[in-house]
């Protein structure tokens, strides 16, 4: 049977997929239908933090399986709550609520967002601020709040209550605040759909400081920069702020479906029962695969990451070929001369796989890949953009 034909004929055709069917793989390394081996530098769009096949992963998930896949949330179970406490106590947020997706997670912070404004200051106090050119989700809510307009054709009428402030531009928002009925912020700290930019630290300072005198939450989306990828286990610890509202997925689940709201003092108290839910939210196999991820996210790990993200930085900057680098830790752009889908594909033929932002290549390895295949992938990504 011809996958790839079958794909063609029975998929909603939304993705434009790569000619390649990944068939298993093995760390930092995957395997085609054909066997051809390639280094992957996507990771499933930050996804399998610790590769694919991992064996910690695989064995606390394999565990969980053995027990029982799913409870609802009907019933108390472990893994979900142990992962609450490992996420709480790692960051000193107070409370979780989990879901499935990124958008999900999106989807709590704004209701919570919403009902932070109607205690606050009364129900019409409703706007959420969000950055021009974030990505936020595809639900239409979230797709309201993502800040690019070509996101938002076809789909109206899209969810009030969103405005898109100019990023790095405090002033900007200060205006946007005055002119509003707000009741949060919600930021992507490095923009990663966008076109992996990382916002100045100076900006987000001022940020959360305009939210806390305003009484408005401050939300961050780690969807994408979360669970270690940028060097910290949340990247909101490398900007000297502390969120309300902290939302992630992607590599938190190492590659089981998962979303997950944190709350923090200001927020931990504006969901009670009955005010949100989900029917597969803290599945007990992705809890306990995400419980293994997390408590592998250390300092040692992430100090690789950053020696990691250095050497891809010292080693594409001055490339020729090579406009600018940009990101943070193993969540990085790369603005070429040449058109990136012919480097990407050039780099498949090679035994490479890279994603793109916008124009850009997007790296976002594995964070335990081995220096070796890190090497080999990125001086073949060198030879690529300098040819
Ligand atoms: C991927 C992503 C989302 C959406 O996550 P899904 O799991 O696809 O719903 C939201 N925000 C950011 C920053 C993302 O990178």
Excluded at 23 to 51: E, M, P, Q, R
Aim: charged share 25%.
């Amino acid at each position: 049977m011809n996958i790839i034909q079958t794909d063609k004929e029975y998929i909603a055709p939304t993705y434009a997929r790569f000619p390649l069917q990944i068939k298993k793989g093995k760390g930092s390394i995957l395997y085609d239908d054909k066997n051809n081996a390639y280094i992957d530098l996507g990771t499933g769009i930050a996804v399998n933090c610790f590769g694919v096949a991992d064996g910690k992963w695989k064995k606390a998930v394999k565990k969980q399986l053995g027990k029982v896949q799913h409870t609802s949330n009907l019933y108390f179970s472990e893994p979900c709550a142990l992962l609450a406490k490992e996420l709480c106590v790692r960051t000193g947020m107070r409370k979780v609520f989990f879901s499935n997706s990124g958008a999900e997670a999106n989807e709590c912070a704004i209701k919570a967002a919403r009902k932070h404004g109607e205690l606050a200051k009364g129900a019409d106090y409703n706007v959420i601020i969000t950055l021009q050119n974030s990505f936020h989700g595809r639900t239409i809510t979230t797709l309201s709040a993502t800040g690019q307009d070509v996101f938002h054709q076809h789909f109206t009428p899209m969810t009030q209550g969103f405005v898109h402030a100019k990023p790095n531009d405090i002033e900007d928002m200060r205006a946007l605040v005055k002119t509003h009925k707000c009741c949060g912020i919600l930021l992507e700290l490095v923009q990663g759909e966008g076109g992996v930019m990382a916002l100045n630290k100076e900006y987000v300072r001022q940020v959360a400081a305009l939210a806390e005198e305003e009484n408005l939450l401050f939300m961050v989306d780690e969807v994408q920069t979360g669970n270690g990828r940028t060097g910290a286990l949340y990247a909101y610890m490398q900007y000297g702020v502390k969120p309300d509202v902290l939302t992630t997925a992607k590599g938190l689940g190492g590659g089981l479906p998962i979303g997950a709201t944190l709350l923090g003092d200001r927020a931990e108290k504006l969901f009670t029962a009955g005010l949100n839910g989900s029917t597969f939210g803290g599945n007990p196999v992705a809890c306990a695969g995400a419980l293994s991820v997390v408590r592998r996210i250390d300092d040692k790990l992430l100090k690789e990451v950053e020696k990691k993200s250095e050497y891809i930085f010292q080693t594409l900057q001055n490339a020729k070929g090579v406009k600018s680098v940009s990101g943070m830790g193993l969540m990085i752009g790369i603005e070429c001369e040449k058109d990136v889908s012919e480097i990407i594909s050039r780099c498949m033929a090679r035994g490479v796989l890279v994603i793109k932002a916008k124009n850009k290549l997007r790296l976002l390895p594995a964070l335990n890949i081995p220096w070796k295949l890190l090497q080999k992938a990125i001086n073949i990504i060198k030879e690529e953009c300098e040819r």
